[in-house]
């Protein structure tokens, strides 16, 4: 069975100050992976996924994350982060086997401080 | 962009009463789940339903729950004895059968059991 794992729960961080956000997960077959970004009181939105190709994908706010088939991780980074950044994020993986279910790590808190 | 419309946003409930939590995927999507999210953990599995039946669910789901898509339209979670512990936020959840396999997920439905 797959497993997300999530290293830290809490990143906090300075406003324009770079970010990286761990995320490993673990499976016996290929995956495609997903980051989720759940802002206050709202739902869960699809930041970036990869499913095949170049392994560094990005998002429209500037966010990227780089599969690493080796590490088997999939880390989210940001160069620069805004105070609205500020939210819960999780990484996912559906692994290609009959079920295609999605797996949610324990997510990371991303703490902006000005 | 299409969404994923969950009703109501917020419900309370007494312990022992049955509620139904609503949802209307996306209308070419076939593809449904239910997630949960107890306040400050992970979203956790709990039901897949494709072709008018349950394909996979979780040790959580268990026969206190129920889904149903009774038209074309809405995809229903039932829990027909609410539990303190079934407190948390619910998602709902489709995906189309086509390439990409992002879900899309709705705004969640707080259930609060007294």
């Known amino acids: 069975a797959q497993s997300v794992t999530q290293l830290d729960s809490q990143v906090p961080v300075f406003e324009e100050a770079p970010v990286e956000l761990r995320c490993n997960y673990s499976s016996s077959v290929s995956v495609y992976l997903f980051w989720y970004v759940q802002y206050p009181n709202q739902g869960l939105q699809l930041l970036l996924k990869?499913?095949?190709?170049?392994?560094l994908v990005e998002s429209i706010n500037g966010f990227e994350a780089e599969f690493n088939k080796s590490q088997t991780s999939f880390h989210l980074r940001k160069p620069s982060v805004h105070i609205s950044d500020t939210a819960e994020y999780f990484c996912?993986?559906?692994?290609?086997?009959?079920?295609?279910?999605?797996?949610f790590g324990s997510g990371t808190r991303l703490l902006v401080r000005p | 962009e299409p969404e994923v419309t969950q009703t109501p946003s917020h419900q309370v409930t007494q312990m022992g009463q049955e509620v139904i939590l609503r949802c209307v995927p996306i209308s070419n999507h076939l593809y449904f789940y239910w997630y949960r999210q107890i306040l400050g953990q992970k979203v956790e599995f709990l039901v897949s339903?494709?072709?008018?039946?349950?394909?996979?669910k979780s040790e959580i789901f268990d026969d206190q729950f129920s889904v149903e898509r009774p038209d074309g339209s809405n995809f229903t979670l039932k829990i027909r004895s609410t539990k303190l512990e079934d407190s948390a936020m619910y998602f709902c959840?489709?995906?189309?059968?086509?390439?990409?396999?992002?879900?899309?997920f709705g705004s969640g439905t707080r259930l609060t059991v007294v």
């Open positions: 990869y499913l095949s190709g170049s392994t």
């Open positions: 996912a993986v559906i692994s290609m086997d009959s079920s295609y279910k999605l797996i």
């Open positions: 959840a489709s995906r189309d059968s086509l390439g990409g396999y992002g879900y899309t």
């Open positions: 339903f494709y072709n008018n039946e349950i394909s996979e």
